[in-house]
């Protein structure tokens, strides 16, 4: 197995980092960070999920954006309410329905984490991408950033009662930002856009979930213009008895090597547990896969990525590479920021 070393002190940024975005919040997680090199910075975009503070034990109150005043409001439910499944700590279900909720307990926006060394993090203090229209009243998750040409391309879930769609920002001074709207529709998310054109034409790995018939896998898609998409192909199907045998979704945005765009992706075993490979597509016509690993990168063994608020995650998002080596940021078990490094030489040799 290839040498992939987890950052000693992980992880690297945790809820007692980041202050909550209003006195009536709390931060319950910080995770899932899309990564990029600015000037003589490594800034993360961080999902950081908040809830109203617990005040009554009988109640639960939950934050919800009107997406016509963009103004923060609440639901408040009464637990003993048994029109309502209240189980799972996540969600709001009507009772009797298995796979749809009515809402979700916390709300989560993007906020940026800038550091000079790639280890050591400042979190910024109000948020970057913060929940503001009818697709977001929900809240936004789990950023991932590309350049291109020295503009910041975001995407990001966004997640309302018309289920979760994938949006579209970009920045190019990480200060401000320009929301550009809903570039794929529900239910698709681990979008990653590759970092320039290819034949002439942008491309994006993206995650459609049918609620018909077969597993979450990777899809392939172009662009002439980053907001209209089409020529929707699959990449990568889930593989039975492997560790990402239930479900797969892009991580990080490709990075470009002399093999190809190496992938590296998040896999789901037979048990739930979320892993780390990576796949190697061609450069010229990246809907080919060349190699992809066997065995996971990187699995859930550390107490740290075991327990938590959803345990034995291991999610890439973001990865940079500094003097050598990649460094590569996950979400740990939807609460925490975690870091790997390994040699990108390293990674292709490992695969299959």
């Known amino acids: 197995m290839m040498n992939i070393k987890r950052y000693e002190f992980n992880p690297i940024i945790t809820c007692g980092d980041v202050n909550p975005s209003s006195r009536d919040f709390e931060v319950i997680g910080t995770f899932n960070p899309g990564a990029a090199k600015y000037k003589d910075e490594i800034i993360l975009a961080m999902r950081v999920a908040e809830r109203f503070k617990e005040n009554d ?6 934050p919800v954006v009107d997406g016509q005043s963009a103004s923060l409001k609440s639901v408040d439910l009464d637990r003993g ?3 309502y499944d209240f189980s799972d700590s996540r969600v709001v279900k009507e009772k009797g329905n298995l796979y749809e909720f009515l809402y979700l307990t916390s709300m989560s926006h993007v906020r940026l984490a800038r550091s000079s060394d790639g280890v050591n993090f400042k979190v910024d203090d109000k948020p970057f991408i913060y929940p503001e229209n009818e697709y977001e009243s929900f809240g936004v998750e789990d950023p991932r950033i590309t350049e291109i040409d020295g503009r910041y391309y975001i995407t990001y879930s966004s997640v309302s009662k018309y289920g979760v769609v994938t949006s579209l920002a970009v920045t190019s001074d990480f200060k401000s930002c320009k929301k550009l709207g809903n570039i794929f529709s529900t239910e ?7 970092p ?6 942008y491309f994006a790995l993206n995650r459609p979930v049918s609620k018909s018939t077969g597993d979450p896998v990777i899809w392939i898609s172009e662009s002439y213009n980053l907001l209209h998409w089409g020529n929707h192909k699959v990449v990568a199907h889930t593989r039975k008895g492997h560790w990402d045998s239930q479900k797969i979704g892009a991580g990080a945005p490709p990075i470009k090597t002399d093999r190809g765009w190496l992938e590296l992706y998040h896999g789901v075993d037979d048990d739930g547990h979320y892993s780390m490979g990576a796949l ?5 016509c990246p809907s080919k896969i060349i190699a992809r ?7 859930p063994q550390k107490d740290y990525e075991t327990m938590g608020f959803f345990s034995n995650v291991v999610f890439p998002c973001g990865a940079v590479e500094k003097q ?6 996950y979400g740990i078990s939807d609460n925490s920021v975690g870091l790997a490094t390994a040699n990108t030489e390293d990674i292709l040799k490992s695969l299959a």
Do not use: C, H, T, W
């Not at 050598?324 to 940021?329: H, I, P």
């Open 196 to 201: 320039e054109k290819i034949n002439g034409k």
């Open 293 to 299: 690993s066997e065995q996971p990168l990187l699995a």
């Open 57 to 62: 034990s009988e109640r639960i109150k939950i």
């Open 280 to 284: 190697l597509l061609d450069i010229d």
């Open 188 to 194: 698709n998310k681990d979008v990653v856009i590759f």
């Open 324 to 329: 050598g080596e990649l460094y590569v940021y």
């Open 81 to 83: 309410d048994d029109r």
